[in-house]
């Protein structure tokens, strides 16, 4: 069986470096021994130095700017992401795109960077409004056309449908069947641009330990991205349990 990701995106969580530690702790207490589970934890930057994960737990950004160094205030490199012990970084979310105005031409050239860094890219892509998926696959080409087949094998792409994050005003739960179209779609993409290379493909929006089940049975699916449930431990510890069936 081919390894499962289970991502936690803390966002602007928690308020204090107490509290993340302690997160970063009962979590990795919580997924102790669960086989065929890469979990990563992806803190704000002020604590991704800070909390020691333990030797089966990841850590990612969840941003990174697209030049190595240099006079770009308040960014932060890959490569410093790197040093820091990094091993992966969310690149796309749809809340830098809708709060900050991030561009398409800034993700693909931030997604470079990442892997001249040696960081593996989460490539985020959805769609803003249920239904409308049909520029899925133009948008993730956008981003990821021209990559080598080497660079393809480091990369990790998530479809995460606006509507069906949690903290979308409105939104709502996506159920099993609304993945399908979509994740063939990326799929369709990916074997155009690598051929048969195994690049992870994620589902993000309301993941739930009582959801986690359906959406991993998903054909296509190799893991998950967490926000809300993953800033408790218990609840995304009980997630990636789930998850794998435990
Ligand atoms: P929720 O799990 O809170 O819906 O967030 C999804 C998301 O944006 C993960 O990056």
């Not at 928690?14 to 530690?21: K, V």
Request: charged content about 25%; overall charge positive.
């Amino acid at each position: 069986m081919s390894k499962k990701y289970y991502i936690a995106n803390w966002k602007m969580n928690p308020d204090t470096l107490r509290e993340a530690r302690a997160l970063a702790l009962s979590v990795a207490r919580g997924v102790k021994g669960v086989k065929g589970a890469e979990v990563v934890i992806c803190p704000s930057f002020v604590f991704l130095g800070e909390i020691g994960a333990a030797p089966f737990i990841k850590i990612g950004a969840q941003d990174c700017f697209w030049e190595k160094k240099g006079a770009y205030t308040g960014e932060v490199s890959p490569i410093q992401l790197r040093a820091l012990g990094c091993s992966y970084v969310i690149l796309g979310h749809s809340e830098r795109r809708q709060y900050l105005g991030e561009t398409a031409e800034q993700v693909k050239a931030k997604i470079r960077m990442a892997l001249v860094a040696g960081l593996r890219p989460v490539v985020c892509v959805g769609e803003e409004k249920k239904g409308s998926h049909v520029q899925l696959g133009t948008r993730l080409k956008q981003l990821i056309k021209g990559l080598d087949r080497k660079d393809a094998q480091r990369l990790l792409v998530v479809y995460e449908p606006v509507w069906a994050i949690s903290t979308t005003k409105g939104g709502r739960e996506a159920e099993a069947s609304d993945l399908a179209g979509p994740v063939r779609e990326i799929r369709r993409v990916l074997r155009a641009l690598f051929g048969s290379r195994p690049v992870p493909v994620l589902y993000g929006g309301s993941v739930e330990p009582d959801n986690v089940a359906d959406f991993m049975g998903i054909q296509g699916i190799d893991g998950v991205l967490v926000g809300g449930a993953s800033l408790k431990a218990s609840e995304f510890s009980a997630l990636v349990r789930k998850g794998q069936g435990r």
